[in-house]
């Protein structure tokens, strides 16, 4: 039936219970495991707007003229990507471990878009998330970026809880 | 992982959807399911009284004071359940083929305090939803019954897309 899912994760540790959820589903037919993190567009553009106002000397060398901010929203973004890439290192250890195949992708953009575009990129079975993202307060029951996923997934979705 | 289900349906075209589902998931390692089928009380309440005001004739027998409405309604229940069992026949008969141990339990209340007092009680590793119940318009992305669950439920929440 699902036989391969998409796992959208933000690293938090909603999202690692998600992951060993899905080692158990092994012996039920998975096969192919998408892991994906995306490197939410409206973060990185914050960031470098806090950058620049508190510490606008360490950005002097990006402040050319036209290519500034664009330059310095760059070196935000591959610092995240890079920062994903060590984060996601241990899930794909542990995927991969448990013969899965697996594909990582990092993206940049809006994340619950983000996920849907993936989904349909790649045509996955099923998607698996957890409730809440790194950014959800304790209290709420549902993350924003996972409503919306499964608001508009075409696929199942596998809500995994806190 | 999932070896025990629970399978509220409202037999509504997605909640078929879900059956399909569970019975590909028998390879994966599902043993048992709870197939839950919950009248609810505001919509038999409703029913009774829409009967009670066009009908009135109707229910001359069961208007004793003080015992009338409470009799009625429970007719109105019990009718509702009566179609409940015709209607989860077909779904136990496929569980059943399909080797499944299956459970079912017909509940009066609140669908979606019912269905998690049932997850409780069940003990289940996982509910199995559609996204939608019969009485949610074609618009909406998301059922009321099943996002209450979604939110409230302690277990893994599969997720049936229309």
Redesign the interface.
């Known amino acids: 039936?699902?036989k391969k899912i998409l796992y959208p994760t933000d690293l938090s540790d909603v999202s690692k219970k998600a992951l060993n959820?899905l080692l158990?589903?092994k012996?039920?037919?998975v096969k192919e495991v998408v892991l994906l993190r995306v490197i939410s567009q409206s973060n990185a553009e914050s960031l470098s707007q806090y950058h620049k106002h508190f510490f606008p000397g360490t950005h002097a060398h990006l402040e050319t003229p036209g290519k500034g901010v664009a330059a310095f929203l760059e070196s935000v973004y591959r610092a995240q990507e890079e920062e994903a890439r060590e984060g996601l290192a241990p899930f794909e250890a542990a995927l991969k471990e448990a013969h899965f195949k697996v594909k990582t992708r990092i993206e940049r953009g809006v994340p619950q878009l983000k996920i849907l575009e993936v989904e349909e990129q790649e045509n996955v079975d099923a998607i698996i998330l957890g409730?809440h993202g790194r950014s959800n307060l304790k209290e709420m029951?549902?993350g924003s970026v996972s409503e919306h996923v499964?608001?508009?997934?075409?696929?199942?979705?596998?809500?995994?809880?806190r």
Chains 1, 2 share one sequence.
């Open positions: 039936m699902f959820c158990a589903m012996s039920g037919g409730s029951l549902l499964i608001r508009h997934s075409r696929k199942p979705v596998i809500v995994i809880k």
